[in-house]
């Protein structure tokens, strides 16, 4: 992301050429920040030798998970359609990992028919479904047991996953439990402890204070994990004023916990690999001025991101050109739903801006267009992948006589 001579650019493609030649509102990914993030992440885990997962909630789109297989990546799926689409793109069995509280029979089945590394089981009852699959086939099922450690991760409240007041994973008495039932299985083989406590964390406290749990059902336990899933959940910088997460430290904390408990770490990272790696350009529908602020109502509407809605999430707001003139008067970044949580940001200043200029909404690459829906009867928008000068269709947009 940069202005050259004012005007913004993905990589080497202005967004005004972009919105003339796909119009408004369209996602757009950067395939060199993709190619960068994924490329540091492996940097900075280089001493650990992790097997990464890319969590397909974040994106799931099949040319996006193509380039994550090109690099190496495997897959952290919830869904058969997830599941689906991670095979689609070609990343390998061996590198998928299966997670959610809520897998159905016909979900359990397909992924032991195909062979993936993991199901992580996030209750008994799960299990129970687990081993009845496996009885029938004749087979000894790979499964990993979810922890909920019950540790705050201190980020938003609505994606916070690792407390005891939230739906996932098993306790730890749970856990105690269940392998001493199982260890000797013949159908079922666990294989990984697994923990994920939440989303958009930016410090290693939470992490330090998770791997403190982790150790403590192991050295309980006594039990030759093969490998210990530590889930994904690390931030990106959505605002300046954010703090980075502070990859350093959290090495140090992963190597100190192999130092005393010998295993292959897994991490589901999504939106630290695509977060800032998508764009949402938006044309400017009006600008409705009152006594307190200026509403500027965009073309796009959190039927094609949500997020600010349905967490409260703030994304940065940046004009396509370059005026240099400030206004220093509230903006409210709207959309046209009929709806008051149909906004995007607020902002006490911004520069100079007219009906029909462009905007660009950042880091919405993941939990973006996945997020995306029909609501008002709107169409979703066209996905786009620049790669240096060259744009491609990723995923066309929608059409009106394609949802009435």
């Not at 202005?14 to 492996?42: C, E, L, M």
């Amino acid at each position: 992301m940069r202005y050259k001579k004012g005007h913004f650019y993905i990589e080497n493609v202005s967004a005004k050429n972009i919105a003339r030649q796909f119009g408004t509102p369209s996602y757009v990914y950067s395939y060199s920040k993709i190619k960068d993030n994924i490329i540091n992440f492996k940097k900075k885990f280089k001493t650990i030798n992790p097997l990464i997962c890319f969590s397909v909630k974040s994106n799931a789109n099949l040319h996006i998970l193509s380039l994550i297989n090109k690099f190496g990546l495997g897959a952290d799926v919830v869904s058969k359609g997830e599941l689906l689409v991670a095979l689609k793109a070609k990343i390998k069995p061996e590198k998928i990992v299966f997670s959610g509280v809520g897998k159905t029979v016909e979900e359990l089945k397909f992924a032991i028919n195909k062979k993936i590394l993991l199901i992580n089981a996030e209750s008994e009852n799960e299990i129970i479904e687990i081993e009845k699959i496996a009885k029938k086939s004749k087979k000894k099922i790979n499964i990993g047991l979810r922890l909920n450690p019950d540790i705050d991760a201190k980020t938003l409240k609505k994606i916070s996953t690792g407390k005891k007041e939230n739906k996932f994973g098993l306790n730890g008495k749970e856990i105690l439990k269940i392998l001493i039932k199982y260890k000797n299985s013949k159908f079922i083989n666990i294989i990984c402890l697994s923990v994920h406590i939440g989303s958009q964390i930016t410090s290693h406290i939470p992490y330090k204070n998770m791997l403190k749990e982790v150790n403590k059902i192991i050295q309980k336990s006594k039990y030759k994990f093969e490998y210990i899933d530590l889930g994904g959940g690390m931030g990106i910088q959505y605002e300046k004023k954010l703090r980075k997460l502070n990859y350093s430290k959290y090495n140090k904390l992963i190597k100190s916990f192999l130092s005393k408990n010998n295993a292959k770490i897994i991490f589901e990272p999504g939106r630290s690999i695509v977060g800032n790696a998508g764009y949402l350009i938006s044309k400017i529908t009006y600008i409705k001025k009152n006594n307190s602020k200026n509403f500027v109502i965009l073309d796009a509407a959190m039927n094609d991101l949500i997020r600010p809605a349905l967490y409260g999430a703030k994304h940065k707001i940046v004009p396509s050109k370059l005026s240099g003139v400030k206004i220093i008067k509230k903006h409210e970044f709207v959309g046209p739903i009929c709806e008051t949580t149909d906004k995007f940001l607020t902002v006490s200043k911004y520069q100079k801006i007219y009906q029909r200029d462009m905007v660009i909404i950042c880091d919405v690459g993941a939990y973006g267009m996945v997020l995306s829906s029909n609501y008002n009867l709107r169409t979703k928008p066209v996905e786009i992948l620049v790669n240096k000068s060259s744009t491609k269709i990723i995923t066309k947009r929608q059409k009106l006589n394609e949802i009435t």
